[in-house]
Every structure is written in C-alpha cells, then in structure tokens.
C-alpha cells in the first residue's frame, strides 16, 4: 500500500459529461502529481502541486484544471469529455521540499482512476 | 530536452532464464535521479529503486540488479531467475528539478512457466 488513495476506482460516462478525480496524498507529502496512462500515449505528466500552488505544468488539455486544497488533497477535474479521454488517471505524491530541488524523492503512485468514456 | 528511451517493448521468457531490461535516457542536467516502477496486471505503479546520477555502484537486491553506466547514460536492470511472478511492465524514469518523473514508454515482461 503506497499511502496514496484515489477515488473512484472506476468511471464511466458520457462524452460531453464532467467528472472529478479525488486524490488524498500519503501523510506528510506536500507535492502531489497527476499523470495519464493511456495505451498509445504511456504514462504522461498532467500537472503538479506544490503545498497548494501549481509547480510544473505538462500535456495537460485545456478541458483539464487541477488543484491542491488546504489539507493537501487534490482534484482533477475533466470537462467536455472525448472518447479519447478514456484511460487510467494516476495520482501520485512525494516529500517534495521547494527550493531545495524534489527530484531525488521517489514518487508513490495511488492505484489510479478508470476512466471510460462511451 | 530529457528523455527516456526503453526499445524493449515486450520480452517473453521462461521461468528461470535471466533477463535485462533496457532504459536509455538523454538529460543536460549534470544532477539527476533514475527509478525504475513496476507495474503488474493489477494495475498499479511500485517503486522498485532510485539511483543518483554520482552514484554508478551497482546494486542487487535479492534476484533484482541494476546497472547504472554514465558513460553511456543507460541504466538498465537484470531480474535472475525470473519468476512468473515478475510478469508485469516495467518503467524506467528520470527525475526533473520539480519533481516530476519523465517515463519511459515501458517494457511488458512475461514469464511463462
């Protein structure tokens, strides 16, 4: 268990629709990070937080927002959802301490979102 | 601009046989971190190791190994006496400044009994 929970597990909706992807970071993790798996993309970086703020920014659609709220938690919001939205949505998180360069912390990934949209 | 190249994108086995995984990466950063992620059928995403880009020791842990060459930017990773266990895809990543993992596109193992 990596201490990262996502919810839900599974989503199935409509094209059009909007949904949101919940992710609660392992205790004491200040960045929290999303990523898209799809089959012909791989896993590709969406967004990352940082103790509330946006930090790094990737292929991330316009139709996509994100944010970290007070408590650390983060949600990824998908509007006007296309056939080719459907994937697997990881969460991740890690120490993360700003200024003092992140990348040696491993990154701990939630077991993902399923997103399957008809 | 960083990236992660695994040319391996399925490898099948036999339980027993050793097998290397690749993972080239292309970075101009002079500090820098390696991972390498398990992912099984179940789905979800295991941290296996993180190498620093001074530190070029190898390093085993039980039938895992990996290789971390400089010279040639590669950082590959041997699984001995593969297990049908260790079926799954692996991915190796490089870390930038923020934080964020650079993945490769993965290598899918199987091991058949």
């Known amino acids: 268990d990596s201490g990262v929970t996502q919810t839900p597990k599974h989503l199935i909706t409509a094209t059009g629709q909007r949904v949101t992807l919940r992710c609660s970071p392992r205790s004491g993790d200040l960045s929290v990070y999303w990523y898209q798996q799809s089959l012909d993309q791989g896993l590709q970086f969406l967004i990352q937080y940082y103790n509330g703020e946006e930090r790094a920014k990737g292929n991330i659609l316009e139709r996509f927002s994100a944010q970290q709220f007070p408590d650390l938690h983060s949600e990824l919001n998908l509007s006007s959802l296309e056939l080719g939205d459907s994937a697997l949505y990881f969460c991740a998180s890690s120490v993360g301490v700003l200024g003092q360069g992140t990348y040696n912390s491993p990154l701990h990934f939630g077991n993902g979102t399923r997103l399957t949209v008809t | 601009a960083q990236k992660v190249t695994q040319a391996q994108t399925e490898i099948s086995v036999v339980e027993k046989e050793d097998v290397t995984l690749d993972c080239v990466y292309e970075t101009r950063d002079t500090t820098y971190y390696l991972f390498w992620y398990k992912q099984p059928p179940s789905g979800e995403l295991v941290f296996l190791i993180r190498r620093n880009s001074f530190d070029e020791q190898n390093e085993i842990s039980g039938r895992y190994s990996w290789n971390f060459q400089k010279s040639t930017s590669s950082f590959n990773f041997t699984i001995t006496a593969s297990q049908v266990v260790d079926s799954a895809v692996y991915f190796c990543?490089?870390?930038?400044?923020?934080?964020?993992?650079?993945f490769g596109q993965g290598t899918t193992l199987q091991v058949k009994p």
């Open positions: 990543a490089l870390s930038e400044r923020t934080g964020k993992l650079i």
